[in-house]
């Protein structure tokens, strides 16, 4: 039995959605109607509690050759799904591309790379005003837990106030 989660971190490759696998255009859609479609495939979802998603356009192979446009979406779903219901919903091509998450902090700084990982592979550095949030702040996900306080959604309660005199 495919074990369930709520969490997930999805990648969809423009090239892989306007080619087939002999590498033959079967589209013509634009990088900016792509972007939409994604977006609105995402944006539609029902039982959807909150994404953040990028869309990565500086990336570089191992050969360093540049990546093709894709996007990464950290979405968190109301109730568990399995891997293969997610990736009927997201669209995605394979278990590869959807993978369930276990470290939330670590996923959200993989998308603008200030994760560990990407800053030892010296990945480019995406800017966080690049990252597209819907029912969640960016600035929140990317923080340790141990260094804040955190609501029942999983977000930083906002205690600055309480704080200016220390």
């Known amino acids: 039995m495919e074990k369930r989660a709520r969490c997930f971190f999805i990648q969809r490759n423009m090239y892989f959605e306007t080619h087939d696998k002999d590498g033959k255009e079967i589209s013509n859609e634009t990088v900016t109607a792509w972007k939409k479609r994604v977006y609105s495939d995402i944006a539609k979802l029902d039982g959807v ?4 998603m990028i869309f990565h356009d500086h990336d570089l192979l191992d ?3 540049p990546k093709g446009i894709h996007v990464h979406v950290l ?3 109301e ?3 399995t891997q293969t219901a997610v990736m009927k919903l997201t669209g995605t091509s394979s278990v590869q591309n959807t ?3 276990r470290d939330k902090v670590n996923a959200a700084r993989y998308l603008t790379h200030i994760s560990e990982d990407a800053i030892n592979k010296n990945k480019y550095r995406y800017s966080d005003d690049d990252v597209i949030c819907e029912n969640c702040k960016y600035s929140d996900m990317i923080i340790a837990k141990r260094h804040k ?3 029942s959604l999983g977000f930083v309660n906002e205690l600055s106030a309480k704080l200016q005199h220390y």
Do not use: L
């Open 63 to 65: 050969d360093g050759t």
């Open 49 to 52: 509690k909150w994404f953040a």
């Open 99 to 101: 993978q369930v998450v």
């Open 75 to 77: 979405i968190m779903f």
């Open 79 to 81: 109730n568990a799904k």
């Open 149 to 151: 306080k955190v609501d």
